[in-house]
Each structure stands twice: as structure tokens, then as C-alpha cells.
């Protein structure tokens, strides 16, 4: 029986960009139609929720969790 030796350690190698699409991350990707549309559409829709205040509430168990890490 011919077993499989790859390392399984190693990381699959990463799958190259789609043809005639830049990689993500990279100059150029914002020039992208679909992108363009894609990351106005979403700013549109969330921007207003990203930049809503965090409630006391959520802040105040974010808190109690940190403490109980360092106690």
C-alpha cells in the first residue's frame, strides 16, 4: 500500500487570482467594476452600523471577560 508522504504540515499552496481579475489586497482591485459596485453597495448599506456607538452593555461584559483572563 503506497501511502501519501507530503508533510501535512504544509499549507495547500493558495489558488491563483481569476483571469483578468487582480488579486485581492492588491493596487488595482478597486478598479475593478464589480468591486467598485460591490464595496459602494456595502458602505451604503453598513456604514451607518459600523459607525453606530458600542452599547454600555456589550462593553461592560467585553470587560468583565478581560478581567476574568488576567484573574
Same mark, same amino acid.
Given at each position: 500500500?503506497d501511502?501519501? !508522504?507530503?508533510?501535512? !504540515?504544509t499549507?495547500?499552496? #493558495?489558488?491563483p487570482?481569476?483571469p483578468?481579475?487582480p488579486a485581492p489586497? #492588491?493596487?488595482?482591485a ?5 468591486g467598485l459596485? *460591490?464595496?459602494r453597495? *456595502?458602505h451604503?448599506l453598513y456604514d /451607518?452600523?459600523?459607525?453606530?456607538p @458600542?452599547?454600555?452593555?456589550l *462593553?461592560? *461584559? @467585553?470587560e468583565?471577560? #478581560? /478581567? #476574568?483572563? !488576567?484573574g
Amino acid at each position: 500500500m503506497d501511502m501519501d !508522504r507530503s508533510d501535512s !504540515r504544509t499549507p495547500p499552496p #493558495k489558488p491563483p487570482a481569476a483571469p483578468g481579475q487582480p488579486a485581492p489586497g #492588491k493596487p488595482g482591485a478597486a478598479e475593478d467594476p464589480f468591486g467598485l459596485w *460591490l464595496q459602494r453597495g *456595502l458602505h451604503q448599506l453598513y456604514d /451607518s452600523v459600523a459607525n453606530e456607538p @458600542i452599547p454600555a452593555e456589550l *462593553l461592560r *461584559l @467585553i470587560e468583565d471577560d #478581560k /478581567s #476574568k483572563d !488576567r484573574g
